[in-house]
Each structure stands twice: as structure tokens, then as C-alpha cells.
T-cell receptor, first 111, second 111 residues
Framework: EAQVTQNPRYLITVTGKKLTVTCSQNMNHEYMSWYRQDPGLGLRQIYYSMNVEVTDKGDVPEGYKVSRKEKRNFPLILESPSPNQTSLYFC??????????FGPGTRLTVL | KQEVTQIPAALSVPEGENLVLNCSFTDSAIYNLQWFRQDPGKGLTSLLLIQSSQREQTSGRLNASLDKSSGRSTLYIAASQPGDSATYLCASDNYGQNFVFGPGTRLSVLP
């Protein structure tokens, strides 16, 4: 089944404790993105990647890192999480100029 | 910087009605525009994608149009059903994977 998977789905952590949210797709898509969704602010793009080893900042990249060492994986790294990074995070993938497929989301709470 | 707005913010209609959701964007230099559906607590499901060279796309009871010159897209839902209740989001792709989302329209279809 074609899909985008994210892990973990739910995470509660404390300020400053490094964490990684994984994202994997099985559709051989070149493009992958990370978003955060917050009430009143909607969905905002954090980072995106057009292919292996090619990444670029979205609208809200501060406090996040990404890497794209393999085509199928695009992990989101929070080196030192803060409470303002409490949010619902989505990973998405697509081929060039085509529709995006979204993962199920990761709900992160930073205490 | 691209800004995407959606009107109305919320809509409640009786079952069977035809309805129109509106999406506006400030920068007409887009590669494509995509409509999504999001159910509460869930990820996004792609409904329709309109390439910049296209004027409309149809899928079942859904029809989306795009007018780049006026910076507008509409999503038409025919013969609405309670199962159509969800939040509908539009997103523009401006620079190749740099997606900007609208805030969404929350639709309730009453039996």
C-alpha cells in the first residue's frame, strides 16, 4: 500500500531533550516536506527536500533540522525542543508538480 | 510573500445542497493549486490538483477551478452529504514544493 508513515504518532517530552520524528514513504517520491499545524495559524511548511541531499527552508525553519540521506526517509530533528514547538506535525511526499500525500501526523507536546 | 485566504471560514448546509468554497492567493505565479480534505484529528487527503496551465479538474461530485489572473480558485461540491463534513484546505505551490496553505473552511452537512 502506497503510504507515508510517521513515528512516533504521539510524543510528550521536556524542554531541551533532543528528539527525532521519522518520516518514510514507499512511493519513490523525489519531494518530501515537513509541516506544522497550529490552531489559528494553519499549516506552515518547515523544510522541504527536492531529492537526496537537497533540502531547503520553508516558512518556519527556526529550531528544526532535517536530513535526506535516502530517498525514502526525511527525519525531522529538534535539537533543543521548546514549548513553542508543541504542535501537530505532518510529513508529505510527492513527485514533481504532482499532488502531495500526507502522513497521519505526529502530535508533539514539549513541557 | 504568498498569502492564501479562504472564505467562508465555516459553513453549515442541509444535505443535498450544492456549495462553493473559495480560495484566494496574492501571487499569481504559481505552479499548481491543490485542494485537501482534513477530518478532525487526522491527516490531509488530496482531493484535486490543478496545474497552472489548467482551468479546472473534476473528481466525482467535486469540481475545482483555477483563475490565475484573478488569484482565485473555487471548489464546487455537488449534492452534499453528511460524509462531506470536514475542513477543506487549499494550497498553492509557488516555487516548486514551497507550499502555502489557506486557513481552511470548516464544512458541516446536516442530515
Amino acid at each position: 500500500e502506497a503510504q507515508v508513515t510517521q513515528n512516533p504518532r504521539y510524543l510528550i517530552t521536556v524542554t531541551g531533550k533532543k528528539l527525532t520524528v521519522t518520516c518514510s514513504q514507499n512511493m519513490n517520491h523525489e519531494y518530501m516536506s515537513w509541516y506544522r499545524q497550529d490552531p489559528g495559524l494553519g499549516l506552515r511548511q518547515i523544510y522541504y527536500s527536492m531529492n537526496v541531499e537537497v533540502t531547503d527552508k520553508g516558512d518556519v525553519p527556526e529550531g528544526y533540522k532535517v536530513s535526506r540521506k535516502e530517498k525514502r526517509n526525511f527525519p525531522l530533528i529538534l535539537e533543543s525542543p521548546s514549548p513553542n514547538q508543541t504542535s501537530l506535525y505532518f510529513c508529505a511526499s510527492s513527485t514533481a508538480w504532482n499532488e502531495q500525500f500526507f502522513g497521519p501526523g505526529t502530535r508533539l507536546t514539549v513541557l | 510573500k504568498q498569502e492564501v485566504t479562504q472564505i467562508p471560514a465555516a459553513l453549515s448546509v442541509p444535505e443535498g445542497e450544492n456549495l462553493v468554497l473559495n480560495c484566494s492567493f496574492t501571487d499569481s505565479a504559481i505552479y499548481n493549486l491543490q485542494w485537501f480534505r482534513q477530518d478532525p484529528g487526522k491527516g490531509l487527503t488530496s482531493l484535486l490538483l490543478i496545474q497552472s496551465s489548467q482551468r479546472e479538474q473534476t473528481s466525482g461530485r467535486l469540481n475545482a477551478s483555477l483563475d490565475k489572473s484573478s488569484g482565485r480558485s473555487t471548489l464546487y461540491i455537488a449534492a452534499s452529504q453528511p460524509g462531506d463534513s470536514a475542513t477543506y484546505l487549499c494550497a498553492s505551490d509557488n516555487y516548486g514544493q514551497n507550499f502555502v496553505f489557506g486557513p481552511g473552511t470548516r464544512l458541516s452537512v446536516l442530515p
